[in-house]
């Protein structure tokens, strides 16, 4: 045999056993059971190697020596297989299946039949002797190879799914047809290329990463999400990689495989999906949030607090001027709206706006828009260019999608959304992403527009709220006592404050009235509900107080009075048709608390009713170097609300001594969320500790003590200290009922006046008070009184125990009386008839300054046609 066969294989030499180990691992052989052994001149095998001790199972010294045919094929093959051996050694090639015999295994097991195939090679020894060589392959391991190769081709070239394999080196050994198609190019056009060469630097360094992992630790890597665009195109895909190392037949890694799955559309499906949610989630959560406030800006700053960060990345809210100062036009028509008159859609998209609301997710923010002029800040206000998209946004009452804008094309794109609130545009909101975040698409413009009309309703309503109640509030002011209301014998001071925007206009109000004799009626009362219609029902029953409190009625039967006026409101024809409350609806019944008092300086006595009130707080002075003592609640019977009917009202007098300090307020002064009514009364009466202090200093005292910044209730707070007229301030007379009576009267009444100083009131005053006694006399019944008070004017009365009023008339140039009181009403600052307990009282009232001239500036042609 030749000497290179002699080194291809042997039996054992050590040289051979080199060279046979020298092939790498993972090489073919490891994969194809190849075995080799010679052929002597003789026939017999001569040389047997390793490969066909274990590929045949015989050793080298049950082989070598021995006819091939013999030794391991199956007998009932062996004469054709001497034939060609015959024929090899005769210098013909042959190539073949050949069947052979396993023998049985050292272990027992039976012996198995195999198919080899044999290539033997003619050739000669030293001598020049012909010999053979054959080498041997397992022919089932060839059709596993080929299974395994049709195998891989299936998956890896028929596979829908992109598929690489990359080299230890991380360099594509191969690409299928599936990722070439998606990659462009042949497959054999990507072996050698990189990860860089397909994916953006930044998803192309993550994919390196896991290769790396992959290779170095051999755990492998599912649904690694991969995004980027294919070269040569601008859209955005999204592939789930799978990764897992190949190995060798010896289990070296030889490099690693990884799949590739298209998942672009489950990707933008359930983008889609979380799209979806996302906004389904904010608009719930500005249904909750939105239009939590009746203020106009609070509402914008909700919707912004809703949409940044979760919609966009900045947002702006304008609103038009007129709406924000309470023009009652309406704005812009949106289209499709029906027509509105000219004054209501004067305003044009040019008109002023006030920027209300901005928000910013991101530093250095822009504060204009698309088309604005210069930043505009929250307050500013601005017009739209009439081309600049927010301009044609409020014109045309549609969207507009723009993209780009901002310093340094910071924003991305921007969303314009009309606001429209019953068919009408009311602002602009506008909504902005900046570079790096997902454009607006229609999804988003759907949700901005649904957003702004959210908002925009909201803000309508807060509009037409804040319109109602600053008209309630106008109408409130305008009934309550103008300025510092002045009474005789007393000091007062007096608050009223309003709720806050949110809370409607209450029905709370005060009153100061006077009365003849220097007497002073002391008013407050609430009406319960709020808004408009509690306050024209307070309108209405404050000018039913005053108009009753003129006819000098005792409180309790002022208050009875009241209460048919009240029932009488809730009805369409007025008291004539009134229902209680057990007969009406609930929001027609018109039901008030009030407390009347009815202070007399001269006597220092005090009368009050009340009904359903709050009860008056009295502080009386401390004895002299003493603080004073503790305000107390005074014991009024509570009776029933105004418009209740059915009860009777009941009064009390009281007798204040001088300096005492005597406060009626309403319950938004003592009651809130914050405290209980008990509490809030405890407050009031330690805040009420020192009388003697400027009313001002205390009725700022008093509410600063209590709190009284919650804005949940109008309050009303009115305080009256105590000064009675002293002895010299008060003449009083009675006479008898004769004639001489009324001379007696004018010298009294005249002395009083000089010893006063008021000797230019001293004619005026004695041809009245003649007048007055002798219309007792002639008319009236009993004792006669007469009565003068100094205060801020001069009050002079005249008593009889007679019940019949006293009435003007016009006397006829014929009579002989019917004069006397037309005098009285011409030369007085005022005159009138009250009923006392005892019969009546006719009294004048002259004013201090300018009552001489009054008298002067009568004409002889009043006089004469007065007397004739």
């Known amino acids: 045999m030749p000497a290179q066969a002699q080194h291809a294989e042997g039996s054992g030499a050590p040289s051979r056993e080199a060279v046979w180990h020298s092939s790498p691992p993972g090489s073919i052989y490891d994969y194809i059971k190849v075995a080799s052994f010679s052929i002597g001149p003789d026939g017999l095998v001569d040389q047997w190697s390793r490969r066909a001790e274990e590929l045949f199972g015989l050793t080298s010294a049950e082989v070598v020596g021995r006819d091939p045919v013999e030794a391991f094929m199956p007998p009932e093959l062996r004469s054709g297989g001497h034939r060609k051996i015959a024929e090899i050694l005769d210098g013909r090639e042959w190539t073949g299946l050949v069947p052979f015999r396993i023998p049985a295994q050292r272990d027992g097991r039976r012996r198995e039949e195999a198919v080899a195939e044999i290539y033997v090679m003619p050739t000669e020894n030293e001598e020049g002797e012909r010999a053979a060589l054959c080498v041997v392959v397992d022919v089932q391991a060839l059709r596993r190879i080929e299974s395994d190769l049709a195998a891989s081709q299936a998956i890896f070239g028929q596979s829908p799914f992109g598929f690489l394999l990359f080299g230890t080196d991380l360099t594509v050994q191969r690409a299928n047809r599936r990722f070439a198609t998606v990659f462009g190019g042949a497959v054999e056009d990507h072996r050698g290329r990189t990860v860089h060469d397909y994916l953006p630097r930044r998803e192309a360094d993550r994919m390196t990463v896991a290769l790396r992992r992959v290779l170095e630790t051999g755990e492998a890597v599912t649904d690694l999400q991969i995004s980027g665009a294919a070269p040569g195109s601008r859209e955005d895909r999204h592939w789930s990689i799978n990764l897992y190392r190949v190995h060798g037949a010896s289990g070296r890694p030889v490099g690693v495989a990884g799949i590739g799955t298209d998942v672009t559309r489950r990707h933008l499906a359930a983008r889609e999906a979380a799209g979806v949610r996302r906004n389904l989630a904010l608009l719930n959560e500005a249904g909750s949030r939105i239009g939590s406030s009746l203020d106009l800006e609070t509402t914008a700053r909700e919707l912004l607090d809703v949409t940044v960060p979760g919609f966009c990345d900045l947002a702006a809210v304008d609103l038009y001027q007129g709406l924000l100062l309470g023009d009652d036009d309406r704005p812009v028509r949106a289209p499709g709206a029906p027509a509105r008159p000219a004054a209501g859609s004067a305003r044009l998209p040019s008109a002023k706006l006030r920027r209300v609301a901005f928000a910013s997710a991101v530093s250095d923010a822009p504060l204009s828009g698309p088309g604005s002029v210069g930043p505009v800040s929250v307050g500013d206000t601005h017009r739209y260019p009439a081309a600049s998209p927010a301009a044609l946004a409020l014109r045309t009452g549609r969207p507009r999608l723009v993209f780009g804008g901002g310093p340094e094309d910071l924003v991305q794109s921007t969303l314009i959304v009309p ?22 698409g229609e999804r988003d413009r759907a949700v901005a527009v649904e957003l702004a009309a959210r908002a925009a309703v909201s803000i309508d309503n807060a509009r037409l709220y804040r319109r109602e109640h600053e008209r309630a509030l106008i109408l409130q002011r305008s009934l309550l006592p103008p300025g510092d209301p002045e009474a005789a ?11 806050n925007a949110s809370a409607e206009v209450g029905g709370d109000w005060f009153d100061v009235i006077e009365l003849p004799g220097h007497r002073t009626a002391l008013v407050v009362g609430d009406v319960m509900g709020r808004g408009l219609r509690a306050a024209v029902a307070m309108g209405e029953l404050r000018t039913a107080v005053r108009t009753l409190a003129l006819l000098d009625m005792e409180p309790a039967e002022v208050l009875a009075a009241l209460d048919e006026v009240a029932r009488g409101l809730g009805s369409p024809g007025g008291a004539q048709h009134q229902r209680t409350p057990r007969d009406a609806d609930l929001s027609e019944v018109y039901l008030a608390t009030c407390v009347y008092a009815v202070y007399d300086p001269v006597t220092r006595r005090c009368t009050i009713a009340n009904a359903g009130h709050m009860p008056p707080v009295l502080v009386e002075p401390g004895e002299p170097g003493e603080p004073a003592r503790p305000a107390l609640l005074l014991e009024v019977p509570p009776g029933m609300p105004l418009g209740v009917g059915g009860e009777p009202f009941e009064e009390v007098e009281v007798e204040l001594p001088e300096g005492a300090l005597l406060a009626l307020y309403t319950d938004g002064l003592v009651e809130s969320r914050d405290h209980c009514l008990d509490e809030g009364l405890r407050g009031l009466r330690a805040a009420l500790t020192d009388p003697a202090r400027p009313l001002e200093d205390v009725c700022d005292q008093v509410l600063g003590a209590l709190e009284t910044g919650h804005g949940e209730d109008d309050i009303a707070l009115l305080l009256a200290r105590v000064q009675g007229l002293s002895a010299d301030a008060v003449g009083d007379w009675r006479l008898p009922r004769e004639a001489r009576s009324v001379g007696r009267a004018r010298e009294l009444a005249r002395n009083r006046l000089q010893s006063w100083g008021l000797e230019g009131l001293v004619d005026t005053t004695e041809l009245l008070v003649s007048e007055l006694v002798t219309n007792a006399l002639r008319y009236g019944e009993g004792e006669i009184r007469l009565r003068l008070l100094l205060d801020r004017s001069l009050v002079c009365e005249v008593w009889d ?17 019917g004069r006397g009181l037309q005098l009285v009403g011409l030369l007085s600052a005022g005159w009138g008839a009250r009923r006392t307990h005892r019969g009546k009282t006719v009294w004048f009232e002259l004013g201090l300054p300018g009552a001489v001239e009054v008298v002067a500036e009568l004409s002889a042609e009043q006089l004469l046609s007065m007397y004739g």
């Open 801 to 817: 125990a007679g019940l019949v009023q006293p009435r003007r008339r016009r006397a006829r140039d014929t009579d002989e009386g």
């Open 419 to 440: 606001m429209v609130a019953h068919d009408t545009v009311v602002g602009l909101a506008q909504f902005s992403r900046t570079k790096g975040s997902e454009p607006f």
């Open 489 to 499: 014998g007393l000091d007062i001071a007096c608050r009223y404050l309003p709720g």
